[in-house]
C-alpha cells in the first residue's frame, strides 16, 4: 500500500511566541504592556485638578475678553467712521527778517506768520485740541535754523467742520553760524 504523502511544516512568523513553552525556567521575563513614563506625566492627586480648572478658567476668560475687544473695536470703527484730520499749510510769511553781524557772531531777528488750515472729516466725531507747542525753522543745504516757537491755545473742532488757526513766530537776537546769516542776508 501506498502512504499518503506528509504535508510540509509551515514555518512560524517571526516573534511567534509558543503558549506552551515556558519562560521560568530560563529566567527570561516578557516586557510589561504598561510604558513606562517618566515622572513629569504622573498624575498627582488633589491640587493638579484644580490647578487644571484655574488654568483652564483663566485661558476662556481671557479669550472671551479678546474677542469682546474686537467686536467692541469693529463696532466703533463701523459706528463712527473715524478719519485723521487733514491739516495744510496756507501761506508763510515773513514780516521781519534782519541779521545783524557782530564781532562776537551773526544774530537773526525774524517774525513770521504761518496760516494752517485744519479740515475735520469725520460725520459724527468731534475734536479736542489742547495747548500745543508750535516751531517753525528753515533748513538749507543740510543746516536747520529755528525760525521761533509759539504755544498754540487749545481748540475744538465739530463735526465735518474747517478751522483756520494764525500762528506768529518770533525769533530776537538768536546767534547763528556765520554762513547761514550770510544765506538769509543774501536770500539764498
Known amino acids: 500500500m501506498v502512504e499518503p504523502p506528509l504535508k510540509p511544516v509551515l514555518q ?10 515556558q519562560t521560568a525556567q530560563f529566567g527570561f521575563k516578557p516586557p510589561s504592556r ?13 491640587k ?21 475687544l ?14 485723521f ?12 527778517s534782519n541779521v545783524t553781524k557782530k564781532p562776537d557772531g551773526t544774530y537773526l531777528d525774524a517774525l513770521m506768520t504761518t496760516r494752517l488750515e485744519v479740515k475735520n472729516l469725520t460725520v459724527k466725531m468731534t475734536y479736542y485740541y489742547g495747548d500745543a507747542k508750535f516751531d517753525v525753522s528753515v533748513e538749507e ?12 491755545t487749545g481748540f475744538t473742532m465739530g463735526k ?10 518770533k525769533v530776537s537776537n538768536m546767534l547763528v553760524a556765520d554762513d547761514v546769516g550770510n544765506r538769509i542776508w543774501t536770500g539764498h
Do not use: W
Open 12 to 21: 512560524k512568523p517571526p516573534g511567534y511566541r509558543d503558549p506552551n513553552f
Open 34 to 46: 504598561k510604558p513606562i513614563l517618566p515622572p513629569f506625566f504622573h498624575q498627582r492627586k488633589g
Open 48 to 68: 493638579s485638578r484644580f490647578c487644571r480648572v484655574c488654568c483652564c478658567s483663566f485661558c476662556v476668560f481671557l479669550s472671551v475678553l479678546i474677542l469682546l
Open 70 to 83: 474686537l467686536v467692541g473695536s469693529m463696532l466703533f470703527y463701523f459706528l463712527f467712521d473715524p478719519k
Open 85 to 96: 484730520p487733514n491739516f495744510h499749510v496756507h501761506s508763510i510769511r515773513v514780516s521781519r
Open 141 to 152: 543745504g543740510g543746516d536747520e535754523t529755528p525760525a521761533g516757537t509759539t504755544v498754540v
Open 160 to 169: 465735518q467742520s474747517t478751522t483756520s488757526l494764525k500762528v506768529e513766530t
